[in-house]
Structures are given as structure tokens and as C-alpha cells.
């Protein structure tokens, strides 16, 4: 069974609202910069990221990722490449070696 890895949200200001999310939840920040945030909770993480940089998506972690086409890295260490369900949602496939958690 594959595993969804995280799922992102575009916000206007990456800082105001990490600082808002950390408020309300109890969660931590895993990754944070100008652009994008991965906010870890229990269960699965939140991306917060840009419009200039990213599409709202949701990211699943696939052992075999790279069946989907070439994969890119990025700075984090992940590999992943972009896809378009049927209705036009953007969906992010992780290569699941490149992922900490699932090593």
C-alpha cells in the first residue's frame, strides 16, 4: 500500500504561517525556509509553500517513483517528479529511499 507522504497548501508568507500552524497544532518543523516549510505531525507532514515555487499538491512516497518519469532532486535530498491526476490536482511521487523516515 502506498504511503501519502505530505500534503501542501499555499500560503502567502511562508514564516507567518508556520508561526500559525505551530500556534494551533502540535507539530514540528522539520524544514523551513523563504519558500516552503515541511511541517511534521503524527501521522503525515504539511507543506507550506509559494505559489511561485510550487503547486498545491499532495506528495505519495513510492518505492518506485522513477516509473512515473525522470525524477528530480531537490534541495532537501528528496527525488520526486510531478504528475496530473485526471482532473488537473497536482500529485508529487517520492522517491521513498530519498525519504528519512521510510529508510
Not at 506528495?59 to 532537501?76: E, Q, V
Request: aromatic content about 8%; some cysteine.
Amino acid at each position: 500500500m502506498d504511503r501519502i507522504h505530505h500534503i501542501a497548501l499555499q500560503v502567502n508568507d511562508i514564516e507567518q504561517a508556520v508561526r500559525w500552524y505551530r500556534r494551533q497544532f502540535d507539530c514540528e518543523v522539520h524544514y523551513q525556509d523563504a519558500t516552503w516549510a515541511q511541517l511534521d505531525f503524527e501521522n503525515l507532514s504539511l507543506a507550506l509553500v509559494i505559489a511561485a515555487q510550487h503547486p498545491p499538491h499532495i506528495g505519495i512516497s513510492r518505492h518506485d517513483a522513477n516509473r512515473f518519469g525522470p525524477l528530480k532532486t531537490h534541495r532537501d535530498g528528496t527525488a520526486s517528479i510531478y504528475i496530473d491526476d485526471p482532473c488537473g490536482n497536482a500529485v508529487e511521487i517520492l522517491d521513498a529511499a530519498t525519504l528519512k523516515e521510510d529508510q
